[in-house]
Nanobody
């Protein structure tokens, strides 16, 4: 299976916004539940978003109301819009399919 590819990370001030992208094959995206995880340095990976092909999205309590996940099957891409970012949102964000992980993209929220 082709590995998903994340992009869009960077350095942002508290209260700022970023949009992450996950490029994945059209077949996988249209047929499977997809996930966003994040990992702070020295900690385990935390499930942030579960996105079903039906359109159902489940968010971790820590990001509810601030993060929005979406899909564009035409572009073979899943997105994560992150608003009102906090320092505790910092970490490496990973896109995951049922088959494999991406390499991750770093998000740093700091003044």
């Amino acid at each position: 299976q082709v590995q998903p590819v994340e992009s869009g990370g960077g350095l942002v001030q508290p209260g700022g916004s970023l949009t992450l992208s996950c490029l994945v094959s059209a077949t996988i995206l249209s047929r499977n539940t997809m996930y966003w995880y994040r990992q702070e340095r020295g900690k385990g990976r935390e499930l942030v978003v579960t996105s079903a092909p039906s359109g159902t999205v489940i968010y971790a309590d820590s990001v509810k109301g601030r993060f929005t996940a979406s899909r564009n099957n035409t572009q073979n891409t899943m997105y994560l819009q992150m608003n009102n970012l906090k320092p505790e949102d910092s970490g490496v964000y990973y896109c995951k399919t049922p088959y494999n992980w991406g390499h991750g993209t770093q998000v740093t929220v700091s003044a």
